[in-house]
């Protein structure tokens, strides 16, 4: 069997759904937004696989993660740099969402967000 980049994504963010997202949250909207730091590499190569919204930080990071919190997705999945990761963390927070476990696949930048159920 072989494995493609594709593929492989698709399972990687399905984990989220699976192991942290409380199921009312999922059947109403399952919008994956992926978050990525365009400088780093991991980033660019997950946004160039991924099927979904892809997003890559720029500007003012609060602004940019109030912002995406306003859209209300389902699942935020993000590769960043642990200081942007804790920033939009801290500000998905105060809209309403948690951490969830994110896809091991993803590496140490890899992290998700959704909605508290």
């Given at each position: 069997m072989k494995a493609t980049r594709r593929g492989v994504l698709a399972g990687a963010l399905a984990v989220p759904a699976v192991a942290g997202v409380p199921t009312a949250v999922w059947a109403r909207d399952?919008?994956?937004?992926l978050v990525?730091?365009?400088a780093l590499t991991a980033g660019r190569r997950l946004a160039g696989v991924h099927d979904g919204e892809?997003?890559?930080?720029?500007?003012?990071?609060?602004?940019?993660?109030?912002?995406?919190?306003?859209?209300?997705?389902?699942?935020?999945?993000?590769?960043?740099?642990?200081?942007?990761?804790?920033?939009?963390?801290?500000?998905?927070?105060?809209?309403?969402?948690?951490?969830?476990?994110?896809?091991?696949?993803?590496?140490?930048?890899?992290?998700a967000l959704a909605p508290r159920g």
């Open positions: 399952n919008t994956v937004v990525h730091d365009p892809v997003l890559a930080i720029s500007g003012d990071r609060i602004r940019f993660a109030r912002a995406l919190c306003a859209r209300r997705p389902s699942l935020v999945v993000g590769v960043t740099r642990s200081a942007d990761a804790l920033l939009i963390e801290d500000v998905a927070r105060e809209a309403g969402y948690v951490p969830v476990t994110a896809p091991a696949s993803l590496g140490t930048s890899g992290w």
